[in-house]
């Protein structure tokens, strides 16, 4: 099992910028891939950035550029750097853990523990 504990989100201008964090904890595998996701109201979950414990990342087109997913080691948390943030990023941002791939999917259902997620608001 592992747990997952999102942090980070917060309420800020048009322009901003924000860090998520994700600890994870519990029976965790040195062999992964870990992502982010949003949701936002009305709408299904959106994938965003993927890792795998060898550092290969991968983004969604619609935030390549602004989002910037890292994990320095095995040990640390999970990290989502966004800038230039606009209204349509307002949503409740999710971590999740899933097996090891050598290209991570951007697929919620490859991805077996979710956190409670974090919300984002960008408001003017």
């Known amino acids: 099992q592992v747990q997952l504990e999102e942090s980070g989100g917060d309420s800020v201008q048009p322009g901003g910028s924000l860090r998520l964090s994700c600890i994870a904890s519990g029976t965790t595998s040195r062999n992964y891939c870990m992502a982010w996701f949003r949701q936002a109201p009305g709408k299904g979950r959106e994938p965003l950035a993927v890792?795998?414990?060898?550092?290969?990342?991968r983004y969604a087109d619609a935030v390549k550029g602004r989002f910037t997913i890292s994990k320095d080691n095995n040990k640390t948390p999970l990290y989502l750097k966004m800038n230039d943030l606009k209204p349509e990023d307002t949503a409740v941002y999710f971590c999740?853990?899933?097996?090891?791939?050598?290209?991570?999917?951007?697929?919620?259902?490859?991805?077996?523990?979710w956190g409670q997620g974090t919300q984002v608001t960008i408001s003017s």
């Open positions: 890792i795998n414990n060898k550092y290969d990342k």
């Open positions: 999740a853990h899933g097996p090891y791939d050598r290209i991570c999917s951007l697929v919620a259902s490859r991805y077996n523990y």
